[in-house]
Every structure is written in C-alpha cells, then in structure tokens.
C-alpha cells in the first residue's frame, strides 16, 4: 500500500479508523439539507465502496465509513457527479448548521438555510488555530442549540406596538412568556428589559397590531466537548445581515490573531479574559 498522508485526508474529510486503511468520509451538509440526487449519490457510493450504510452525526452531518484508502479518489469522483462535497476535519472552519428556519417553520424569525449557505460560503475550511463552528437557529425555541457552537446565531424580533390596530384581545400577553406584555384593556405595555425579542407577539396577534423586524442574536464562545460551556451574547440584537458579517468577521480575526495552536476559541476567552474581545466586536457592530 502507497504511504498514506493522513494528515491532507483529514483536512479533506477522511477520518482515519480503528480498521487499518479504511476512513470514514465526512459529506458537507450545509444548513443540513440535501437534495434528492444528493442522497441518492451518497447511498451509491455507501453500497459500492463502503458496507451499505451511512452515519448521521450529531451537526447534521453525514458519513460514509468503511471507505477503502485505494477507492478514495474514485469515491471523490462518484460523489462529485452527484453534487455532493466532502467535509472538513481538523483546525478548521466546519460546516455551518441550521434548523429549517421562517421559510418551513411557523416560529422561524429568520431564514437561516439561506444565513447558513453565506456563512459557509464565506468561512468553510477557513485554517484556524482549531476547529471552528457556526450554528444558525430560526427561534428562541432553539432546536439547533446555537450556544453550543463558537459562534450561534438565533433568530429574533425587534418588537413595536400599533396602537391603532390594537383591539385590547390580551392574546400577545398569553402569548409572552416573559411576562413584558400587559394589556389594560384600553392600552398595551412592553417591559422591553425583559423582552428576548422572540416575536411570539408579532405571530400571535389576529390584528398585526404588533410590527417586527428580524434580527440576529448572536452568541460566542460555546463549547461542548471535555468542557462544556453556553456562548454568550453580547451585542443587542443585530438587525442587518452586513452588520452581523462585521461582528463574525471580528470574532473570528480575534481568534485567528490570538489563539494558541490547539485551543478552542472558549478557552482563549477566557485566557485573555472577554473585556478585549468585547472590545474588538463592539467596535465591529458600531461601526458605519
């Protein structure tokens, strides 16, 4: 057998196992979706190259284990025909997660397919000190869990009320669950320092008596893994996709510039301690 360079088919997606000359293939499943032909392609080259099934991870990913070191480069082409890429490993930027997002799901805010595909456009297999990940989630229901990741983007609302289309129903305030909203009977109330700019308002209302604008709640340094740690927001809501870019770029400069090789972005914050990193994305989200 050829030597085997494990090191530029890690960065390739092809994870060594425990079987000696056999990897398991990492796809790149961005926004975890694929297509049908996707799917099809992969469930091929699961049946011809490796043992007929495939492996779905934790970050909506998919892999293809079983692939012999011989059958790499017919595997890549197999998949290619389909439109399928590989995935990354190692001490870089992975695939970007999301849930479904406003466009299928009724308490989606924002599109987050749509957010995850620019995200990884413009950051996937970026060399870093580690690995990196993003996590997009439509809602603050918060099925992609978007503070596990080194940076989470949560979709959110910034809320106002009409007064003028208002008829006093009471079913924004059942629909809080923060209890910021009060309805008098002739008049509505917001405690905007407890509001988490869900929009449960804005859908509830029969009338459209409450207008929202979606945004980006965004949150760093999530970790799970030895250590696990919840991201942390914060910057107020970010309600401009160029703004939110700045504020990921930023983040991720920081990173690059003041990691140690080897160290998650969590422990360089804490390292450093966050009053600089605060710094440095304040500076990017006040920026015009």
Known sequence: ????????????????????????????????????????????????????????T?????????????????????LADGGVKPGVCGPRVRTVTACQGSEICPSGCIDTYSLAKKLDEHYFGRELPHKFKFGVTGCQNNCLKAEENDIGVKGGME?????????????????????????????????????????RCVKSCPTDAWEGKSGYIVSFGGLFGNHIYKGE?????????????????AAIGFFEEHANPGER????????????????????????
């Open 1 to 56: 057998m050829a030597k085997i360079d494990y090191a530029a088919l890690k960065k390739g997606g092809f994870m060594r196992q425990k079987q000696k000359g056999f990897f398991s293939l990492r796809i790149q499943v961005v926004g975890g979706n694929l297509t049908a032909e996707n799917i099809k392609a992969v469930a091929d080259v699961a049946e011809k190259y490796g043992k007929g099934y495939v492996h779905m």
């Open 58 to 78: 934790s970050r909506q990913g998919i892999e293809i284990p079983f692939i012999n070191f011989e059958d790499i480069e017919e595997v890549r082409a197999k």
């Open 159 to 199: 809320v106002s009320w009409v007064a003028d289309k208002c008829i006093n129903c009471g079913v924004c305030e059942k629909a809080c669950r923060e209890d910021a909203i009060k309805c008098t009977g002739t008049e509505v109330t917001i405690d905007y320092d407890k509001c988490t700019n869900c929009g």
């Open 233 to 249: 927001q914060l910057l107020p809501l970010i309600t401009d996709e160029e703004t939110l870019f700045r504020v990921t770029d």
């Open 265 to 288: 972005f969590r422990l360089l914050l804490q390292r450093v301690r966050e009053d600089e990193f605060r710094k440095v994305i304040r500076n990017a989200f006040e920026e015009k």
